[in-house]
């Protein structure tokens, strides 16, 4: 939060920066400020489901980079995301084994929200 890689409108997971908030902002002071003005007001509303199934892991590292991290922490999660595998188990059957090509790896401890916000910007 202190460094400055979210944008000043990223909202949903920040302190004082709820989704709510972020419809009453949008609400208030733009559209209402658009109207009483007799200013064309257009809404984009960008809703961002499947980044982490969709996200191309070499684009984060890349991304990391850019944001000057460097060393063994580009290193290790660079080889945490890469050769993914997972397996389909449901009662007794199993499928094959799949290789994961792009997403993250929901519910890991690495959080990306970082990255994601800059590859918005």
Known sequence: ENLIFFHSNQFGFRRGRSTT???QLLDFRFIREGFLKRKLTVCILLDVSKAYDLTLRGHIIE???TCGF???LSNFIGNFLE???FLVRYQNMHLKERIQETGIPQ???LNFQTICSR???
């Open 21 to 23: 908030q972020c419809i």
């Open 107 to 109: 519910g890991s401890v």
């Open 70 to 72: 460097r060393g063994n």
């Open 83 to 85: 050769d993914r595998r």
């Open 63 to 65: 991304t990391m980079k």
């Open 119 to 121: 590859l918005l910007m």
